[in-house]
């Protein structure tokens, strides 16, 4: 019975789990690109999650490594994106994905 | 009888998922700069599962990088959109619940492999100090640290260029 309570390996791997599904819903469910990035963030967080319970539960510094450069990989990706973003919207005056289909046509 | 870290486990962990979800699906408000602040109170509760499985110093960055640089860069680009816009805007109720099941189906299955996993034998633990952290950054990954600084170099000015008014 200890072992359910104590936080584990897969405890936290089911909170990674769970916070990766809430990212993908929002990025599924919401229309507003900025939001979608969000959902994107949780994901990459999720991600993280993991290879931190990873790294912590095999004594191995690796996965911490890992998500050190996910952290900067990632940084540098919002701004890449935010930046497309304004550019898009100075362009079209919208951030929404369902006014963005000038290539389904 | 339950330990204090694991009770402290537990409280952030509850805390991350429910921000999480008042970040992507929140039912008062539709606003994005609530969703951003949920996400800076997310990210937050997070540092302290890394604090829990001895990550310090993801923990530091974690706050300082993604609390602090992303979320600012979050929060100007939102000011600089039409707020009001998605307040009008309708959800689909159709395309909501189909992407509420295809998310539960994957949500299930990743649970599932989790559960029926050989659960690990804890190990000695590692501390995510700055040190062993920094020895293994300089050593082991110094040609990927040094791409990431070219990355971030090209990222810079790819956003310097994207953002010009007028490309020429």
Known sequence: MSDMIQAGLQHYLIVSVLLFSLGLFGVLARRNLIVIYMGLELMLNAANLALVAFSHFNANLNGQVMVFFIITVAAAEVAVGLALIVALYRKRSTAHVEDLTSLKY | ?168
């Open chain 2, 1 to 168: 009888m339950p330990q204090l870290t694991d009770l402290l486990f537990y409280g952030f962990a509850a805390l991350t998922l429910l921000f999480g979800f008042l970040c992507v699906a929140n039912p008062l408000s539709r606003n994005p700069v609530t969703s951003a602040m949920f996400l800076v109170l997310t990210i937050i509760s997070m540092a302290g599962l890394f604090i829990l499985l001895h990550a310090f110093f993801l923990a530091a960055v974690q706050v300082l990088v993604y609390a602090g640089a992303v979320m600012v860069l979050f929060l100007f680009v939102i000011m600089l959109l039409d707020l009001k816009e998605e307040e009008r805007r309708k959800l689909r109720k159709f395309t909501v619940g189909l992407g509420a099941v295809a998310v539960a189906a994957i949500a299930g299955i990743l649970i599932k492999a989790t559960l029926s996993a050989v659960p690990l034998a804890a190990g000695k633990a590692v501390e995510g100090n700055t040190k062993p952290l920094g020895v293994a950054l300089f050593t082991q990954y110094l040609l990927p640290f040094e791409i990431l600084s070219i990355l971030l170099l090209v990222a810079m000015v790819g956003v310097i260029l994207l953002s010009k008014k007028e490309l020429k």
